[in-house]
Each structure stands twice: as structure tokens, then as C-alpha cells.
């Protein structure tokens, strides 16, 4: 198959979905794919009647790139840009796109759209499920009714008093963008000293802020793959919490699957997953993150209906419990797509 994998873009995960896509790409090769790996934001310098030599391995060369430990400067990557609008032809011109994107248009529904209208293929979750799952706070509000339980919250757009933030939430409490993942904007917030600037932080991210209260205890997250919960992994932070950098350089973080827990607790935890993902309207795969609180409940964190795919990522840990390598869950989730 012709095959295009979408990753980069103009998220603050843009390193991130770089790195899982070159990974994603080589994978599909390996498999006799005929593969491009395309930068949603930059696009390719080529005329339409050339489209197809893209597919074509000419250099032989594995993709590779290596997540950095700061996050990307977005407006260095503006200035730099040629403005190339081929992005939607091309991808037209595949079999399927495989999204590798994170956060921003790539998570939120707004691709996906655009996909359907055009008749184009791809994998991961619909327009509506990426939309309910990326806003985090309708997600919470879903799962809220779905009795699904997760942390109390509120939500605001520039400024909130501490004397609100103290009422509703209390401290410790997590300092979050609304609509972003992979740790980026996020504080922990132990005194009403630090709030202001944890606001600061997050709305460089975006004006849209979330606080929740924080929930001490062991963090885990679970994959869902056409419709099975995968293996549940459990996530130590050597140092901190599970931050931009905890998650993406390896060594930082250790991770252990199958997860230490009794098989009632994780038949427990993969039946909430599943809640979950069904909750939201996802599609064929996702992962779903919880804390099991010290008074023994699962308490769910966000779902994320693109994982990352990178060197360190869980679902492709997860999968590996399975016995499903890193091709092989690739070419599942784009015969899902197929499907």
C-alpha cells in the first residue's frame, strides 16, 4: 500500500510526533509498504505529476529523530516555513494516512474532519471522539456522567482568584492547558505562592487553563486496541512527576508491564479503560491514564486517541506484553484503518 505517515506540525508535541513518526514509517516499510513520511506544516516542494515517486525509498536510509528535552520553538519554526499547501493532495494520492500527530489539529478533531470530507482514509479515532477527548474539560464532564471517576476541576479563560482555585479544588492542585498532552504547561501546585506563575506557564500553551485537584499515588495507563485492553503499565518517575522530559528521555522513567497489581485490580482498571474509551467515542486505539489513590480507587487522568509511538512510549510497551512487536501493531492499526 501507499501509505502516508502525517506527523510534525505546529503543536508543542511537534518533536514528539516527529520522533513517532520516523518510527511508524520504518515500520511500514519494513512490512513492503510503500511509505512517506510527510510534515503536515512544511509539506513537500514537488509538482502533482510527481506524487507518486514520493512513496519511493530512494536513499535506502531509515527515517530517525530524536525528541529533544525542551520543547520546540513554534515561532522559529514559522519563520523558517515555505508555505508548501500540497499536504491534503498528497495524502489524497496514498491508500491511507497514518496520523502521527499530537496535539493541536491533530488531535482535536479538526483533520479528521477535513479527512471525511475529502474521502480520505485514516487511522486513529473520528472527528468527534478526538474533539470530546482533547478538550479535557468536556472529557471530564463525560466521564462525570458516565460515573467514571476523575478528579474535581475547574476551568477559566485569563485570570482566577486563589480564593476560588482554594474552594473548588484545594492544594496540592495540577495547573494544566485545556486542550494539550504530553505534559506541556503542566505544574503541581503545593502553595498558593506558585499559582500565579503555573497559570503563567500553562497559558503560554493556550488562554484555555484546567486545575484539578491532585490525586496522590501510583500512576498507570492502559491501551486499548480494537476493542481489547491491552496489558496495564505502571509509570515511575525517577525524579518528579511524569513531565516533557520524564517521558520522552529515556532512562528518566521507569515503566513496568505487565504492572505490578493484583488480577482483580487490573481487570478493574482495564473495565474503567474501556468505560473510557467508550464514553468519549474513540476509535481503534487509544490509552487511557489513571491514578490508583490511595484509598484503592481508579481515578482517570485524560485518553489520548493518538499515543505517542516514540522510543519510550507505553502503548508500544504494552503491546510488546502481548507478544505484538512494534511492526506488527503498525500494520494492525492500519488494517483497522483499511477496515
Not at 13 to 20: G, P
Not at 189 to 199: D, G, N, P, R, T
Amino acid at each position: 500500500m501507499k501509505i502516508v505517515v502525517l506527523a510534525g506540525g505546529l503543536s508543542p508535541e511537534r518533536d514528539v510526533s516527529l520522533s513517532s513518526g520516523c518510527l511508524i514509517a520504518n515500520a511500514l516499510r519494513e512490512s513492503g509498504h510503500r511509505v512517506l513520511l510527510l510534515d503536515v506544516y512544511e509539506g513537500i516542494s514537488v509538482v502533482e505529476s510527481d506524487y507518486e515517486s514520493l512513496f519511493e525509498d530512494k536513499s535506502g536510509k531509515p527515517y530517525h529523530y530524536k525528541v529533544p528535552d525542551k520543547e520546540p520553538d513554534l515561532e522559529e519554526i514559522k519563520r523558517r516555513n515555505n508555505n508548501r499547501n500540497n499536504v491534503l493532495e498528497i495524502c489524497r494520492s496514498a491508500d491511507v494516512v497514518f496520523i502521527a500527530l499530537h496535539g493541536a489539529m491533530g488531535e482535536n478533531g479538526q483533520l479528521q474532519a477535513v479527512f471525511d470530507v475529502m474521502g480520505i482514509k485514516y487511522t486513529g479515532t473520528g472527528y468527534i471522539g478526538s474533539l470530546l477527548a482533547m478538550d479535557k474539560d468536556l472529557a471530564k464532564k463525560l466521564l462525570r456522567q458516565a460515573n467514571i471517576p476523575t478528579a474535581d476541576w475547574l476551568t477559566f479563560t485569563g485570570s482566577v482568584s486563589a480564593e476560588e482555585v482554594m474552594k473548588k479544588v484545594g492544594l496540592p492542585c495540577v495547573v494544566k492547558p485545556c486542550s494539550a498532552g504530553s505534559s506541556i504547561g503542566v505544574s503541581i501546585v503545593k502553595s498558593v505562592e506558585e499559582l500565579e506563575a503555573a497559570i503563567a506557564y500553562a497559558g503560554k500553551v493556550e488562554p484555555n487553563i484546567l486545575i484539578e485537584k491532585m490525586i496522590p499515588g501510583r500512576e498507570f495507563s492502559v491501551g486499548i486496541l480494537d476493542g481489547t485492553a491491552l496489558p496495564v503499565i505502571e509509570i515511575i518517575p525517577k525524579q518528579g512527576f511524569y513531565d516533557y522530559k520524564n517521558k520522552y528521555q529515556a532512562g528518566l522513567t521507569e515503566e513496568i508491564c505487565p504492572a505490578r497489581l493484583s488480577r482483580e485490580d487490573t481487570e478493574r482498571v482495564q473495565d474503567l479503560a474501556l468505560q473510557v474509551h467508550k464514553a468519549l467515542r474513540l476509535g481503534t486505539y487509544s490509552r487511557i491514564d489513571f491514578i490508583l489513590s490511595q484509598t484503592g480507587e481508579f481515578v482517570c487522568l485524560e485518553a489520548n486517541t493518538l499515543p505517542g509511538m516514540t522510543p519510550t512510549s507505553l502503548l508500544p510497551q504494552e503491546a510488546a506484553a502481548l507478544g505484538i512487536s512494534y511492526v506488527e501493531l503498525c500494520n494492525r492499526i492500519v488494517e483497522l484503518a483499511m477496515k
